[in-house]
């Protein structure tokens, strides 16, 4: 369909286009409302160094642990690695009877379609070992478990990663939270995404069925032009004899084959 037939049809079927309109906006307000918005939050744990050291043997005595923390990226990114493993994602996913509101949280993150997830990176913005962790779902109250199960998740991966290494208290990587999000970010971006998705394929099925509605509409139309048409050419004119629109018809027929004749009068006889 060429674009100026579709913005003719659009003008003559103008109430129909109000219709699609106003169902587009319907669909699109419903499903923004069923997706509703998203709740993030961030928190940041930073990797201590121990207060003694052991190199060679030999303990050296650190005054302030913050002077090291160079050397800590590999524990970080190991850290990490084990945090995105299925087995920690599966050790958050367990019960904790002291903890009401876990539960909640536990079944939002462990069911085929979570709605709470989390993400953990490391800090690109400086050099310190830090990790980022993010974490997304649809309440308040999911959102504030999650962060804090996995930010307690960090020391515990820490000391089961330093438990066979037989090092004493001071010599152990610590960790502690240096920032934690209380409230939390309103994103809405899935909404828009369904909003979009939703409004452009109603208004798509719409215009589609304004066309195909003017075609059926056109060919009635047309049919019924079509049918009057044909009763008009095929009736006798009003007020004349049938006897005399046969005669008429006769003498058309003559004067096309070059021949005039008249039909004989009825009730007389030939004059001698």
Known sequence: MQLS??????????????????????ATYITVD????????????LLIPPVTTVQKNESNTVGNPYLLLDGLGQIRDIVISTMLAQATHDE???????DPTYESMRAELCRPHPS???????????????????????????????LRAALDRVPIILTDLQAGLKVGADA?????????????????KNQIRAGIAVGAVTLALSLLIIGLIDGLLAARRS??????????GNAVPSGVEPDTAVKDLHKELASRDGRRTAPPARGL???P
Do not use: H, M
């Open 172 to 188: 152990e990587i610590t960790s502690t939270v240096i920032v934690a999000d209380e409230k939390p970010d309103i994103v809405r």
């Open 5 to 26: 037939v579709f913005w003719a049809t659009l003008r003559r079927r103008w109430y129909f286009l109000l219709i699609a309109l106003l169902c587009t906006a319907t």
């Open 92 to 98: 958050l996913c367990q019960p904790r009877p002291d």
């Open 116 to 146: 709470v997830t989390y993400e953990v990176t490391e800090d690109f913005t400086n050099r310190a070992p830090i990790i980022l962790i993010t974490v997304e779902a649809k309440s308040q109250t999911n959102l504030a478990t999650a």
């Open 34 to 45: 069923n997706v509703g918005p998203t709740y993030e939050a961030k928190g940041a744990v």
């Open 223 to 232: 049919k019924r032009s079509a049918d009057a048409e044909a009763e008009s």
């Open 269 to 271: 006889n030939p004059r």
